[in-house]
């Protein structure tokens, strides 16, 4: 199972609740989507599963990736370095270091596995090299290897931080909001590049989301928050606008307004149907 998480509470220092048992299973080669108002918790769930963000002390809490475990009872495991090299990361907010060029910001997923010398001095072999000039000509960035990140596009950024999670031979990629300050047409490549790594690769992705078309597109499974709680876990076909408005209430306007989900049939599976089943009616 690629992601595992049972009992998780999460709160932080000024009190604010942030997540509230949540329990998830994640199957390998699986597609999330994580959608939720802002607030809603998605980033501190990403960020907990990263093995970034401690949970409350809790018996019972835990998060494992691939088997192995990130976080027990709200302490980090000790070897969480070495289970983070399986977890590729995507933020909103590029995460590339802007005067180095792409290629280099791409071979950084390597150095996990590198002499540190190697890495710090920024010598790669041609071998690695080529692994990441594949990966760039994967994501369709081929072309910009040599130019230095900060004068990428925000879409070509977010293509390059996903070459790097190939390079890096993540099996799970995180990705927080990539789409978030793009245009829709890169906004549609990068959730390409997104489904494909999965299909191809049998990668699992999991991404937050605050459109749910794009949710619904690319994504078979939706995880829906509110409020720091699982309020909805299933099938994306079976996220109509109404069930949105019976999860969040106004708050469902926020992903439904320029949302073309209610003209627009999704790829993978067939017509969304009304039904407001038991099984989401309990998670509600
Ligand atoms: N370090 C922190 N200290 C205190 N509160 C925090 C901290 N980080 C997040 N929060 C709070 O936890 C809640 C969840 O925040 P989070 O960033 O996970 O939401 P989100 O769903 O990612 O929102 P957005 O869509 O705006 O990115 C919010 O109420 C936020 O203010
Ligand atoms: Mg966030």
Redesign the pocket.
């Known amino acids: 199972m690629a992601l595992r998480i049972e009992k998780l509470d999460k709160h ?3 009190g ?1 609740h ?1 997540l509230r048992d949540i329990n998830l299973h994640i199957g390998d080669s699986e597609m999330v989507a994580l959608i ?1 108002a ?7 769930l990403l960020r907990m599963v990263a093995g970034l963000l401690e949970a409350d002390a809790a018996a019972g809490s835990l998060i494992e990736v691939n088997g192995l475990c990130v976080q027990r009872d709200g302490r980090i495991a000790s070897d969480v370095r070495s289970i983070r090299a399986q977890v590729g990361f995507v933020f909103q907010q590029f995460n590339l270091v802007d005067r180095l060029p792409v290629l280099v910001n791409v071979l950084v997923g390597r150095l996990h596995d590198m002499p540190w010398w190697r890495g710090v001095m920024g010598w790669f072999s041609s071998h690695e090299r080529s692994i990441a000039l594949d990966a760039l000509e994967r994501v369709g960035i081929l072309d910009c290897h040599a130019q230095r990140a900060s004068t990428l596009s925000g879409g070509q950024q977010q293509r390059a931080a996903i070459a790097r999670t190939l390079v890096q031979g993540a099996k799970l990629v995180l990705a927080d ?1 990539p789409i978030a300050s793009l245009d829709p047409e890169s906004s549609r490549k990068v959730m390409e590049i997104l489904s494909t790594i999965q299909r191809e690769d049998g990668r699992t992705v999991v991404v937050s989301l ?1 459109q749910v078309d794009m949710a619904i597109r690319y994504c078979p499974r939706v995880i829906a928050l509110n409020q720091g709680q699982v309020v909805y876990d299933g099938p994306s076909a079976q996220l109509t606008p109404e069930l949105l408005r019976q999860l969040y209430g106004m708050q469902a306007d926020e992903f439904l307004s320029g949302s073309e989900l209610l003209s627009t049939q999704p790829e993978h599976h067939p017509a969304p149907t009304l039904a407001w089943s038991t099984s989401m009616a309990q998670a509600a």
């Open positions: 932080f220092a000024n604010k942030a939720g802002s607030g809603s918790g998605k980033s501190t909001e605050h």
